[in-house]
């Protein structure tokens, strides 16, 4: 079933808060972050995240997770 930020947050090791940025894109995940969240939701990292580059050529991760 769904789960909270919050409960995500708890399982993984970091805040409500971090969640909620990296879920709405504001903030990429650093890299242990990220294989936390795909491995709790049992899902390759490459499906939770994608790279997309930015106007300025910048490269950020866009999360295909939801809480």
Do not use: C, N, W, Y
Not at 21 to 45: T, V
Request: proline residues 4%.
């Amino acid at each position: 079933g769904a789960m909270s930020q919050q409960q995500l947050a708890d399982h993984i090791g970091t805040t409500r808060q971090t969640v909620a940025l990296i879920e709405s894109g504001a903030q990429s995940p650093s890299l242990e972050i990220a294989f936390r969240i795909a491995l709790r939701f049992e899902k390759p990292l490459e499906e939770v995240f994608v790279r997309a580059e930015r106007p300025d050529g910048l490269l950020r991760s866009t999360s295909h997770f939801r809480t």
